[in-house]
C-alpha cells in the first residue's frame, strides 16, 4: 500500500499560523516514519501557493486548486490521498481530485459547517464547508478549483455534531443530510442505530471521501482545538466507528483538520491526531 501525504499548511489563508501549524506538527512527530513501520511506502507533499497572501477568496482558490492536482495524481500513481490539513475548506480540493458525481461523503465534526454567507452568524468562511460540498453556497469559487459537482446530500453522513446556530439547524432538519449522534457512536457496540445508518449510506455510494476534524472529540481529551465543544466522544469510541466505516467504504481520501499546535498542551492533541492518522491509513486497506 502506498498514500501520499499531503500538507496543506493554512488556516483562513494563512500560512504556518494556528491550525496551518498543524502539517509540519505531525512531520516533527514522525508520522512519515510511523506509517512506514505500519507496512505503507510513503511520499509526502506540500501544497504552498505563489506569491503573498491577497485575500481568503483568493487564497482558498489556489491553495485548493494545488491540492486537487495533488490529490489526481496520488490516486493515478495508486497512492491514498491522506490529507495533512488545517481547515475544513480542504474538502473542496480533495473532492475535485477525483470523480465524486456518484461518491458520498462521511464527516465528523461538532459543528455542521452547514451555514451560508446568508446565514452564518460570524461570517466564518470554513463553517461553511459542508454547505460547499453539497452544493448550497460558493459554487463559483468551487468551479475555479476543478471538478465542482455536488455531492447529493442523501450521500452525506455527518457525525458527532451538536453546536449549531439557529438557521443552521433549521437548514440541516430541512436537509436530506444523515445526521448520527454522539450517542450512537458511543453505543455502536451496544446497539445497531449506527450501524443501520452506515448500511443505509453503503446501499447507495461505494467510495466516500472521509473526513475529520478533530473537535469532534471531547475537549478533555484534545485541548489544542479552536472549539472546543463539550459532549464528544471518546477517541476508542471513534476509532471503532472509523473501523465499521472502513469495512463498508472504499475510502477514496481522507483529511485530518481543525489541530491548532499553538493551543496544545504537553502536546496531548498531537498524539490523538497521531493515532487517528494511523486509523485513517489503515482504512486505505480495506
Known amino acids: 500500500m502506498k498514500i501520499r501525504l499531503i500538507q496543506v ?9 494556528g491550525m496551518g501549524k498543524a502539517p509540519e506538527r505531525y512531520l516533527q512527530a514522525g508520522v512519515e516514519e510511523m506509517l512506514s513501520r505500519q507496512g505503507f511506502t510513503v511520499t509526502v507533499e506540500r501544497i504552498q501557493r505563489e506569491g503573498p497572501f491577497q485575500n481568503l477568496l483568493h487564497t482558498v ?50 459543528h455542521g459547517d452547514f451555514n451560508t454567507p446568508e446565514t452564518s452568524i460570524s461570517g466564518y468562511f470554513d463553517g461553511m464547508s459542508l454547505a460547499i460540498a453539497t452544493g448550497h453556497c460558493y459554487q463559483d469559487l468551487w468551479s475555479q478549483i476543478g471538478n465542482s459537482v455536488p455531492v447529493a446530500e442523501d450521500h452525506t453522513l455527518l457525525i458527532g455534531v451538536r453546536d449549531l446556530d439557529p438557521q443552521e439547524e433549521k437548514d440541516l432538519k430541512q436537509s436530506q443530510i444523515h445526521i448520527a449522534s454522539v450517542e450512537s457512536v458511543q453505543r455502536a457496540r451496544e446497539t445497531a442505530d449506527f450501524a443501520s445508518q452506515l448500511d443505509e449510506l453503503a446501499m447507495h455510494v461505494h467510495d466516500i471521501y472521509l473526513h475529520f476534524d478533530l473537535d469532534v472529540l471531547d475537549p478533555q481529551d484534545e485541548p489544542g482545538i479552536n472549539f472546543p465543544t463539550p459532549g464528544g466522544p471518546s477517541l476508542q469510541e471513534v476509532e471503532q466507528a472509523l473501523h465499521m466505516i472502513a469495512k463498508r467504504f472504499h475510502v477514496k481520501a481522507a483529511a485530518l483538520t481543525a489541530y491548532n499546535p499553538e493551543l496544545d498542551r504537553e502536546d496531548k492533541t498531537l498524539r490523538v491526531g497521531m493515532h487517528l492518522l494511523s486509523v485513517l491509513a489503515e482504512s486505505a486497506r480495506y
Not at 499548511?9 to 499560523?17: H, K, R, V
Not at 490529490?71 to 475544513?88: H, K, N, S, W
Not at 473542496?92 to 461538532?110: E, K, N, Y
Open 61 to 110: 482558490a489556489e491553495v485548493n486548486t494545488r491540492l486537487a492536482q495533488a490529490v489526481r495524481q496520488a490516486i493515478a500513481q495508486d497512492e491514498f490521498p491522506l490529507i495533512l490539513g488545517g481547515t475544513c475548506s480542504v474538502c473542496m480540493g480533495t473532492l475535485s481530485g477525483f470523480d465524486h458525481s456518484q461518491s458520498g461523503i462521511i464527516w465528523f465534526d461538532a
Open 9 to 17: 499548511p493554512y488556516d483562513l489563508g494563512q500560512e504556518n499560523i
